[in-house]
């Protein structure tokens, strides 16, 4: 599997950017895609994410009411519409991907950035 994000740039705060990212290869096997970040200087923490079958979301505490991940099952693509952008978001944003059973996120995209300025 693999996993190609784009929608990142540069924005001021209170503004608004939508990420996208597109899976390929064996998707058949993906059970959830989501959006993990990374802040310079701090560890990778999880965004938000949303079951491909059922559709059930799940957001970080810091994301809730601003972030909005949606998915479109036939173009094998997931969305983070984000609004109300903070300089705290600025991070490098990565795609991410669960097989069916697995634990952990097994697949990663390259990431993509977005700066939010004050």
């Known amino acids: 599997v693999q996993l190609q994000a784009s929608g990142g740039g540069l924005v001021q705060a209170g503004g608004s950017l939508s990420l996208s990212c597109v899976a390929s290869g064996r998707t058949g096997r993906i059970w959830s895609m989501g959006w993990f970040c990374q802040a310079p200087g701090k560890e990778r923490e999880f965004v938000a994410a949303?079951?491909?079958?059922?559709?059930?979301?799940y957001y970080a505490d810091f994301v809730k009411g601003r972030f909005t991940i949606t998915r479109d099952n036939a173009k094998n693509t997931v969305y983070l519409q984000m609004n109300s952008l903070k300089p705290d978001d600025t991070a490098v944003y990565y795609c991410?991907?669960?097989?069916?059973?697995?634990?952990?996120?097994?697949?990663w995209g390259q990431g993509t950035q977005v700066t939010v300025s004050s």
């Open positions: 949303v079951s491909l079958n059922s559709g059930n979301t």
């Open positions: 991410v991907a669960r097989s069916a059973g697995s634990g952990e996120y097994d697949y």
